[in-house]
Structure formats: C-alpha cells, structure tokens
C-alpha cells in the first residue's frame, strides 16, 4: 500500500467520498484482505487461524440495512483480529436463492406478456442465471463500498463448479447412507411459487376467516374450506363421543353441487369433540390432519383425491361445475351453492392460523406430492448435543433454546423443489420409482431441484474445498464465528449443524465432530422509527449506498454496530447518523490538531515521571481502562482454542461481555470525545505552554492518538487508515498494524480520579458562574478547600484558564459573607459572590436589555411604516412581525431577570 514517509498537514475538513475508494483498492492490491498464511512464511503459518463466512446474500437484489448491520460487525471481528496477529480469512459470498430469483424472472417476463413455458426449461434456467450474475456483481460493490475486507480471492458463489460438485457428492452420499428417501407424503405447496416448501419455509398469521356450518348428510359440521367438500372421502367422529357412537362404521350419504355421495363414517381421536359440532369431513389430499387418518386408516379414508391442482386452481376431479376455477372463487361458488340448497347452517367468524408462502405471501395449499425428504430423526440428536457439550454457543444465550426448540419440533426436511433455476437432484427414477444415482437403460433424469437451503447448509464447509481435502478446510474449517440476523435461525443455522453431522465433516486437526462454528453471533433486525420491518410495500426501506454517499461508510458501519446489543432490534434513525458523521469529524479534527503539534514520538518509555502531571496519568488510565474494554468484546476465549503459536491468549478485564461491540463502541465515543478532546486536549493547550510539561504532552498526545486510530479502526476503517497514512505518515498499512499495547502499568484508578476532581472543579466553577450570569469573559476568584492541596496546586495553570480564574487560593482558610459553594468530593469549591453576580454582571445584562429595547423599537417604526406595510411582499411582512413578537418576548425575559 502507497505511504508517505512523513507526517503532513491534513485538510480542514474529511470528505469520505475523496478517500473510500482509493483507500479500499490499495488495501486490495496489497493482499491485506488475505489470510497471513498465504505468504507461504513458517511466522504466518504459525499463526492461529480467524476464520468466518459470510452469509451469503441472496442475488434477488441490491443490499439492505439487514446486510449492512451484518457486514459492519462481521468486519469489524475480522480487522480485529487480523490487528491481534491471528491468520484471519473472511471469506465472501452469494446464494442463487432459487424460489425467489425464479420469481424475480417470472416479474420480468410477465411485463413482457410471457411465462417461464413460453421460454422452456433450458432458457429460463439460462435467463435467471443471467439475472443472477448480473445482480452478484451489484451485490459485490456494494459490499466493498461498506469497507468489508474479505478475500476476494476465494469468492463463492453457490452455483459456481466447485460448489455444484459439493452439493452432488453430498446428495449422494446422504442418499447411500439411506438419510435420504423418496416418496409420496403430504408437502406445503405454493401455488405461485409452482414449488413444494419445508415446513419452516411457511409463515404462520393470525386471520379472522369463517367458519361455515353445513348440513352433512345426517350431521352438521363446520368447516373454513368448504370448496374442498367435493374432495371428501369420509366423516369422522372421536371414539368416545357419545353423540355419534350409532354412526360410525355406517355409510351416509351426502348432497354435493355435483350430485349425491355416499361417505364411511370413522372414528379416530383426531377428532376434537369440543370445536364446531364434533364431526369433521375428511379430505385427505388436501388436509394434514385428514392425511394422518388416512394413513391409519387407509380402507376407510381413502383413497385420495386431488381436486385442487399444483396452479390452485380446481381439477376435473373437483366435477364440472367448480373445474377451472381459482380455490378462492370455487369456495364462493360453494358457499353460494350451499345457501340456495339450503345446506348452509351459518357462518361464523373464526380466528385462526393460515400458512403462506415465506416468498410469495400466497396461501399455503396442503397436498400431497412425490418429493424428496432427509431423515433428521437421529442426526437433530447430535446437533442439539452440540448446544449441550458447550461446543456451540449462541450470542446472546437466550437464541441457544430456540435453536433447541427448532431441532425437536423438526420433522424429516423435503429437500426437493419443482423451481426451474438451482441445484438439479443429481438421481435418476424409472416407471416403478427405483432411484439410481447414475444414468441407466429404463431411468429419467429427476426433474427436481435441491432446496436453496441445502446447498447454503453446506457452506461452512463447500466453501473450504469439500468434500477435497484442501489447505483451506485443514487449516479454517470448523470456522470460528457465524454472525447472522436471528430471524434464519431455523432457516440456515439448524441446517448447517444438520448436515455437518450427517456428512460427518470432522476437524481435521483433532479428528473430532464438532459443529461448522464454536459461536452462532446474533443481531437483531433493522426497522423503521415506528419499530416496523422495512419492506417495498411500505415504502420505508433505506439503501445502504444512499446513507454511504450522504455519511461515508464509516458513520454508517459505526452506527450499525454500536447502536444496538446483540440479539436486539435496532430502530433506524437518521439523527444517529448525522451524529456518527460527526464523530467522524471530530476524530479527524482531533488528529489535526495533534498532528500540527507533535512531531512522530510517541514512545512512552520517553517520559519524564517527575515532570507528569495527573492530568498525564489520568488520561493514560483512562486509555487503558477503554483498550481494556474494547478487548473483551472482542475477545472470545474460544479463539484461543485453535492450534498455533500466535498470538498469545489475552484475557482482559471482563469490561464488557464479549460480542458486545456497542458497548465496546460507546465506551470509545466517552473516551474520545468527552475525556480527550473536550478534557484532555482541552487541558494540554495550557500543559503544552509549560516548558517543564510540554515534552510529557507532546508524547502522550501523540500516543493516545495513536491508540484510539488503532482501537476505532475494526467500527471506522477509512478515516482511520487515512489519518494513519496521510497524517501520521505510517510506512505500514493500519489494516495490518498490530493492535495497540496498552500496558497494564497505565492502570492506576488513583490517577484517573484525581485528573476526575481537578475536571470537577473547573466544571463546578463554570457552573456557579453560569448560574450568577457572569459574563464569559470576566475573571472570577476562587477557593478550593481541601486537607491535601497538591493535586490543586499542580492543576493551578489549567484551573485558572479553563474556569477563567484570576484568583486561585487553596487551603483550608475560605471566605466568609457572601459567597457561593459547591462539594467536590471531599473538597469545597467556594466563589465569593462579588465577582459573580457583581456589577460587571448587571453592567453586562443592562447592556443586554438596551439593545433589545433597540431591536424593538426599529421593528415597531418599520411596521408603522404605510409604505412598507402595503407595498413589501406579503411573507417579508408577516417575518417582521413574527420577529417583532420574538423580540419583545425576549426583552420581556431579560427585564424579568
């Protein structure tokens, strides 16, 4: 990376757009972005190995606050640790995400009055590839533009060779192992989506529907789909309901729009005897529950009968009177059937759960398919024992029970999809449903794709060479943290430890099983200000792009990442933007002023103890105490636990739980604005004007600088590497600077409280004067009554000009009459009132008063003014008299006081 070999002068002001991008491209051709190791040098390969992945966004399209909050703290680990000397690979990538790009396709095409069928299979799936790549790219630069510093050069795609050659071996060696099986149960189907879905790929919402009661042969039953009536092949009761024991095993017969129909009455505990009247119809096509009971009870259930199509819309089964037409229109033509039979009973508003699809939004249908399916039976043991055996944790810990959770309710996962775009299912099946795993006489080539989710559930891996066992999955694989929004907990997180286990994807280094990553690192979602999802129908989403251009990228990564604790939502405001564009700057006028006053020393083994004031030494406790808290939450001791020589374990002080980066973040933001720059450099103007303290403040300034572009540099990369190079004219890049050493020695309490009472002073003396209106400008004498009076005396030059003192007596001996006091911790500020409230003070006010009397009365004789009134623009008028109005209250107010 290009450096200057001196320190020069900064311009006045940081315009992120003049840097970002030339910052970013020389971090790139300088490799920083690679792991160590790749140098092939025994030193780097010595080091511990940093590994994560990024979750792979989906290439539907363009980034959203989602990604951005992800990116931003996914980086700031990896700079992180890249500075702490670990062997650090960040790895990026894109997910193909069939269903939803498929759909993307499908908009396009139907703007242009075509279907998928009009293009064929071959170039649809060369289309949608297309659109794939093309938004990938998009996707790519949006990503460098946030700053992220993932290697490049290992990029994934989950459709790229290396990644279809993974999914292929794993579907057949899951299949071999009999994990996974083929056959006809029932499936959740989208019928937008043309496509089979898991069960966690199914939102459930609350909906007011209706509940219909018909008459039903010789019963009444209640239903909410009375469209599928014609698809019924039997009536249930519960065995111990008394009400109907006459009936079951009995035929009925039942009146439909297409003609009567005779139905076997059953009895199975199904049945809840409490809702609606006790009796259910049976629709095993069309139903779960209804398929369970046909599952028991084939003889009297069955057989199926499909009279809802994969379009939703009603088959040739379904008779003709309601063929053809949409679910939703054939239940009006039922209902309106039903009332003119006078069948219907009544209607009932009922509250219940309605499946849709998690893309669409369209209403799940039940039915029953010829799908794919993985056993999890055994292996969700093995991934829940990981959660257990403490080999996997979540940040925070409360996401670990709705890991668990998510494993127990979890039933055999349909992997295949009917999408156009994807994985293919690498099988072939002849006439009588016998798989092959390679081309035959006899045998099709299955039609099927993989679920998006079970190329993403090997990611961990397939990213790192699998199943070859290559460098990068001996070296990075298991990888160490997976940070990730909470809502794909059930989604991606439970499918990755899945299929580590039932592929058997073993450490190489010890041989061991253990889950793709020791910590799940959770955020929570963005949201608009009225706590709401973003989303394009509410028209509240934010582009990321647009905030970097109107910020920079660094006040956006750091608002993202210490707005907010792990786990929990952050509303998205931006005020707080605005305010972290202003740390920006106000780190960079910090690192001008020092730069402009310093020379290139900052080594703290040069400093003169006799001549070191507390104000010295509390600033560099203060330092530390801040390094200290930055460190743990960042440092994780599961890092550790990766073989290597380097780094060395840290344990710092438990000031902060480790991920929590906001925490780490704010306690930066205290101690860069409010202890150094409104305090500390505050206080070296007057230090650096004493000969004896100069020297002492030259190097303290110039190290805590230092210090803090080293600390803010995982949250602010850009400003911090700029003022590194360009100001500090470092030959080495602070992308790969090590962390700063802050040594324990600096962590003296003692100090920092003194450097806080001489602080509390000045600010108990500034607010006796505002409280008595004493003029800026004018002097006061003050008194500090204290047992020990050094740390005063010391502090004396900065007291006096930073609390405009004239005076400054300390002792035990304070004035008497009228004066005005204040406890600083077991001392007393006292000011004698005659320089506060004094003359002076009413000179000034009167002075006041006078030139708002002034100002009043000029803008009464321009309202007396006829000309003025009845010729000016309207608006200029109506200004003169709301300043007129403003004026007056404001003398009103001075006169008062």
């Known amino acids: 990376m290009e450096h200057v070999s001196q320190q020069k002068e ?299 199509g994969e379009d939703g819309k009603m088959t040739v089964a379904a008779g003709k009177a309601l063929a053809g037409l949409d679910r939703f229109a054939a239940r009006k033509k039922m209902v309106d059937w039903l009332k003119r039979e006078k069948l219907l009973v009544k209607e009932e508003v009922h509250k219940h759960s309605v499946g849709r699809c998690y893309r669409s939004d369209d209403v799940i249908e039940p039915r029953i398919s010829e799908q794919w399916f993985l056993k999890v039976a055994d292996i969700k043991k093995q991934a829940a024992k990981f959660v257990a055996d403490g080999d996997l944790k979540f940040v925070p810990e409360r996401f670990g029970k709705t890991y668990l959770d998510w494993l127990e309710k979890l039933h055999d996962w349909c992997i295949s999809r009917q999408v156009w775009f994807g994985h293919p299912v690498p099988a072939y099946v002849n006439a009588k449903g016998e798989v092959s795993l390679t081309a035959k006489p006899g045998y099709k080539k299955s039609q099927d794709t993989l679920d998006t989710w079970f190329s993403s559930g090997l990611w961990p891996f397939s990213t790192m060479g699998w199943p070859k066992r290559t460098s990068d999955f001996k070296r990075f694989f298991p990888n160490d943290v997976l940070e990730t929004g909470y809502d794909i907990i059930f989604f991606w997180i439970t499918r990755m430890a899945l299929m580590t286990v039932a592929l058997d994807v073993r450490d190489e280094k010890t041989g061991d099983l253990k889950p793709p990553f020791h910590t799940a690192y959770l955020h929570g979602l963005v949201r608009d200000q009225r706590g709401r999802k973003f989303s394009k129908s509410l028209g509240n ?105 380097t780094p060395e374990p840290v344990t710092p002080k438990r000031l902060a739980k480790p991920y929590d980066l906001g925490f780490a973040g704010n306690a930066l933001y205290e101690f860069v604005w409010s202890d150094f720059a409104d305090w500390y450099l505050e206080a070296a103007k007057v230090q650096l004007r004493n000969p004896e303290a100069a020297a002492n403040t030259k190097l303290i300034l110039r190290y805590v600088l230092e210090t803090i572009l080293g600390l803010l540099h995982p949250f602010m990369p850009f400003v911090t590497e700029v003022v590194w190079r360009d100001g500090l004219g470092k030959k080495n890049a602070l992308i790969t600077s090590p962390w700063p050493a802050v040594h324990e020695d600096l962590d003296q309490p003692e100090d920092g409280e003194r450097s806080d009472r001489v602080r509390e002073v000045i600010e108990t003396i500034r607010r006796i004067r505002a409280q008595h209106k004493t003029p800026a400008a004018s002097f006061v004498q003050a008194y500090v009554v204290t047992d020990e009076p050094a740390w005063v005396v010391e502090s004396g030059d900065v007291i006096n000009k930073l609390a405009r003192v004239s005076i400054l007596r300390v002792g035990q001996n304070p004035p008497t009459g009228d004066v005005a006091s204040a406890a600083v911790g077991d001392a007393t500020v006292v000011l004698p009132l005659a320089g506060l409230g004094s003359d002076v003070a009413a000179a000034h006010l009167q002075r006041e008063v006078e030139a708002k009397r002034m100002e009043v009365e000029r803008l009464k004789g321009r309202l007396a003014n006829e000309d003025y009134v009845q010729n000016a623009p309207e608006h200029v008028v109506a200004e003169t008299k709301a300043q007129l109005a403003e004026a007056e209250a404001a003398l009103a107010k001075l006169e008062a006081s």
């Open 541 to 645: 989403g934010v582009d990321p792009l647009e905030m970097i251009g109107k910020y920079g990228a660094d006040a956006l990564r750091w608002m993202l990442a210490t707005s907010a604790s792990p786990g929990n939502d952050l509303k998205f405001d931006e005020q707080r933007l605005v305010k972290s564009r202003n740390f920006t700057n106000k780190l960079w006028n910090i690192s001008r002023y020092v730069i402009e006053r310093t020379d290139g020393d900052a080594d703290l083994a040069k400093l003169d103890p006799d001549t070191l004031t507390s104000l010295d030494r509390g600033i560099l406790h203060k330092l530390y105490r801040t390094a200290q808290t930055v460190d743990a939450a960042f440092t994780d001791p599961a890092t550790y636990d990766k073989p290597g020589k």
């Open 10 to 308: 900064l311009p006045k002001t940081y315009d992120p757009t003049a840097h970002e991008d030339a910052v970013y491209a020389a971090w790139e051709r300088s490799d920083a972005f690679k792991p160590a190791s790749d140098s092939g040098k025994q030193a780097d390969k010595d080091r511990r190995p940093y590994s994560i992945i990024m979750p792979p966004p989906n290439v539907t399209d363009r980034l959203h606050s989602g990604h951005a909050i992800m990116l931003a703290l996914e980086d700031a680990l990896v700079r992180y640790h890249r500075k702490r000397g670990f062997d650090t690979l960040y790895l990026p990538g894109t997910d193909h995400a069939a269903i939803a790009t498929a759909a993307q396709v499908d908009k396009r095409l139907a703007e242009e009055g075509k279907t998928r069928h009009d293009l064929g299979r071959k170039e649809f799936e060369k289309r949608t590839l297309a659109f794939a790549k093309e938004n990938k790219k998009i996707i790519e630069n949006q990503v460098r533009a946030m700053g992220t510093s993932c290697d490049w050069t290992r990029n994934a795609f989950t459709l790229d060779p290396e990644k279809k050659a993974a999914v292929e071996e794993a579907f057949k060696r899951l299949y071999k192992k009999g994990l996974i099986y083929r056959g006809s149960y029932m499936v959740n189907w989208c019928p937008t989506c043309r496509t089979v879905l898991s069960d966690d790929e199914v939102e459930h919402k609350e909906q007011e529907g209706v509940l219909y009661y018909m008459k039903y042969g010789p019963f009444t039953l209640g239903t909410t789909r009375p469209e599928t009536k014609v698809g019924d092949t039997a009536v249930a009761v519960h065995p111990q309901d008394k009400r109907y024991a006459k009936w079951v095993g009995k035929e009925i017969e039942v009146k439909t729009i297409n003609g009567p129909r005779t139905l076997r009455v059953l009895a199975d505990e199904m049945v809840d005897p409490e809702f609606g009247t006790g009796v259910v119809k049976i629709t095993p096509f069309h139903d779960k529950n209804d398929y369970a009971v046909y599952e028991r009870r084939p003889e009297e259930a069955g057989p199926p009968v499909e009279v809802i």
